[in-house]
């Protein structure tokens, strides 16, 4: 009888979303074709890496690769310490299948021929919702935002998205930290500047129930519907707007895929997770299921231990899943993503969605990015939402 298939998963905490890690590999599970349950196919080693920074992720690759001898490497990570990992990578001689939401624009001054990215790719739809922004509402926006969710450059690309629209000028407030007090909110002072100077629309970024809290607060602030509000994707995902529903809410966001999409691979993907999962299908169940998909057609050279034809197939293929086409190795040049521009109105405790325009695309490798990663030389090593 064959032996299961070894992965090994970096595997950080996310207050944000506790259960992000078994989501994910039952998606993974479930796009291969097998049964999350039952198979004895693949197994999963998961190795604890606390917030994702990089000395524990290291020393969990390193476990993962060298003690337990997995045979292939893969978790959720940032951009920021893949170069950490990826000579024990090419020492082992093994692929690595990273995944992260895309909270920074991919950047490789080496790419390893072994390595291999799921991307969300966030950035792209900061920029395709900064773009239209500009297009809909005019000149001068104002980005809000906490200092964690300023080291990544999800502002970066959505002030990208607005300068190729041709804006001018964009406002930026960086709410202070209080180490002493990380969740205090202190908007007063921001609020007092709006009412004297309203700018044409106001664009928030937050994590998790500080993103939930700050929609409470822009309500009882008196510029809800007056000012337009645009939120980052992930403050506009179900299950943190299910803590809000009850107000009448109405912001605008950019988001890459849709539960609701009513496309045959995602209706299939849906039905499959949630008949399984016993849960709403979400964005991590989602990329388990399209990595799944690529490695069902690998799963017979991966048994075999033929690393070589895993890591050609890697870098040139491509899957048709619920949302398009995706790829996963980035000098093929990273499938495209779509977003949809939303309106997301809440009334009588429901979420109301209405897709207003499509948003485009960029490459990660466009001239106009080069100056963010020179601009952004730090930056969290903690993938985004692990807090």
């Not at 337990?68 to 024990?88: Q, R």
């Not at 107000?247 to 691979?265: C, F, G, H, P």
Request: net charge neutral.
């Amino acid at each position: 009888m064959q032996p299961a298939l070894s992965i090994g998963f970096l595997t950080p905490y996310s207050g944000v979303y506790p259960t992000w890690s078994a989501h994910l590999v039952t998606g993974w599970l479930l796009g291969m074709g097998l049964d999350p349950v039952r198979q004895r196919t693949v197994q999963f080693t998961s190795e604890y890496t606390h917030m994702g920074g990089a000395r524990a992720s290291v020393d969990a690759a390193r476990k993962l690769l060298f003690f337990n001898n997995v045979d292939i490497l893969s978790g959720l990570i940032s951009y920021k310490i893949a170069p950490d990992i990826i000579p024990l990578v090419e020492n082992a001689k093994r692929p690595a299948f990273f995944f992260d939401m895309g909270e920074y624009i991919p950047h490789f001054p080496y790419l390893s021929p072994d390595v291999f990215y799921a991307s969300h790719q966030l950035w792209q739809s900061e920029y395709a919702l900064g773009k239209w922004a500009h297009s809909h509402f005019g000149d001068g926006g104002h980005i809000i935002m906490p200092a964690y969710e300023a080291g990544y450059h999800l502002h970066s690309a959505f002030r990208e998205g607005v300068t190729a629209a041709g804006s001018t000028q964009m406002m930026f407030t960086i709410l202070p930290h209080n180490e002493n007090d990380p969740k205090k909110m202190e908007l007063d002072e921001l609020f007092t500047k709006l009412a004297k100077d309203p700018p044409p629309y106001i664009h928030a970024i937050f994590a998790g129930n500080m993103g939930t809290r700050f929609l409470e607060k822009w309500i009882q602030s008196g510029f809800h519907k007056k000012i337009p509000l645009l939120v980052n994707e992930t403050m506009a995902y179900d299950d943190i707007l299910e803590d809000i529903k009850h107000v009448n809410l109405e912001i605008y966001t950019s988001m890459m895929w849709m539960r609701e999409d009513q496309n045959k691979a995602n209706q299939l993907f849906v039905k499959k997770f949630e008949s399984v999962a016993q849960q709403p299908a979400n964005i991590y169940a989602l990329m388990g299921y399209e990595a799944g998909l690529i490695w069902r057609e690998l799963l017979p050279y991966a048994r075999k231990k033929d690393w070589t034809a895993v890591k050609q197939q890697l870098r040139t293929g491509m899957i048709d899943g619920p949302r398009g086409q995706k790829n996963f190795y980035p000098a093929s040049g990273f499938a495209l993503p779509s977003a949809n521009i939303l309106k997301i109105t809440t009334t009588n405790n429901k979420i109301n969605k209405l897709i207003l325009d499509q948003g485009a695309g960029m490459r990660y490798d466009a001239k106009e990015f080069e100056m963010i990663h020179n601009e952004s030389l730090t930056g969290w090593q903690n993938p985004f939402l692990c807090i």
